[in-house]
């Protein structure tokens, strides 16, 4: 089974959504970036990757890993 891309909450116009690393369509719109992070990381935990989530400005904020850690870290 191959990895999922990670997950991205950005600012899409003027709402926020999330869509998969590498394409440019959302999978859905939300009012408010809260929403969107919420249903961001319920897509990343179920699918054991990556959520990024993006500042207004496009700038990455917040990454959370949901599966696949290295145990003990690198680094």
Do not use: F, H, L
């Given at each position: 089974m191959s990895?999922?891309?990670p997950a991205h909450t950005v600012l899409h116009g003027d709402q926020?959504?999330?869509?998969?690393?590498?394409?440019?369509?959302v999978s859905r719109k939300f009012p408010t970036?809260?929403?969107?992070?919420?249903?961001?990381r319920n897509t990343a935990r179920r699918e054991n990757t990556e959520h990024l989530i993006h500042k207004i400005d496009g700038t990455i904020g917040e990454r959370n890993s949901y599966g696949n850690d290295p145990h003990p870290p690198k680094g």
């Open positions: 990895k999922k891309p926020w959504a999330n869509r998969r690393e590498g394409s440019e369509r970036k809260k929403q969107a992070q919420q249903a961001g």
